[in-house]
Each structure stands twice: as structure tokens, then as C-alpha cells.
């Protein structure tokens, strides 16, 4: 059994009211088709088009939210001999193209979270605010970060209508 099939099962036994759906676009770079551009996604959206049909009838909403940008582990940019602009990236080309892929599934609510991350296309390893780490690593948020922007999340899911 592979991963997508496990998670099928889970979801369909758990019957959860609002599944809500996060992968990493790095994966998009790194299709067995080694398709690039629109090719690529549309794959992406026919990938992910298949995986909400499975689950779709089983749950009370499927949401698809947009994941983090991948970019530079904080030591390696906040590190003696480093610089403030070590530890901002910018938004690749290919991380548009699956988001904007992941817009065209049916029968899910789409969240872009893309201003979690970045401002006019520079996205930062921390916040201003709070003075937070954004990111852990190259690409997982922080667990601080994250309760910064729940009431968000929860605003967005109440505005788009998959919470009361």
C-alpha cells in the first residue's frame, strides 16, 4: 500500500468533518514524468482532483491549503559572517504554477496562505512582528508561527463558508 492509499483509508474510516490538505510543492520539481510548466500542472491538478474525489463523499468539506515557501534553514542564514538578505526568498516559479494548479481542483475550498509567508515576493525567515522565526528548517513553519496566524486560518475557513 502506498502513502496516498493509506491516507484514502484513514480518511474514509475517520470520517472527518474538514480534512484539510497540505503538501509541499517541492514534489512538483520532482514528477516520474518529469513534466515542467503547464504540463506540469496539469498533472498536478489531475493528481489532486483524483485524491479529493476519493475522499470527497465521506467527509463534510475537503480544503486544500497553500503550503510554506521553501527557502533557507535559519543557521544557515542567521549565522555569524551572514546577512539579513541570506534569510529572505524570493517565490519560485515552479511554486506558482502547482498553486495555481491546486485552484483548479473541484469539490474543495482552496485557501492561498501565501501572505503568511511573503510580502511583494520576498518571503523572510522571520517576522517582524513578534520577532518569530517563521520557518524551522528550509520549509516547515515553526510551531510559534503558527499559532501566530490560527486566527487567520480560522477567519479564512469561516469567510469561505466551510466553518460556521
Known sequence: MNDRNAVVDYVRQAKPAVPLMIETYAWATKLKSKATGDAMATEWTAADQGLVDQVRDGVGHVVIVSPSIPGVAFLDCYRAGGSPSRCVTGIP???????D???????????????WYCVDGRCPIFTTDHDTVIKGDYLHPSVQYMRLVAEDLRYRLTASGVLP
Open 101 to 115: 494548479a491546486e485552484r483548479r481542483v473541484q469539490g474543495a475550498t482552496f485557501l492561498d496562505t501565501l501572505h
Open 93 to 99: 516559479t515552479w511554486w506558482q504554477q502547482a498553486q
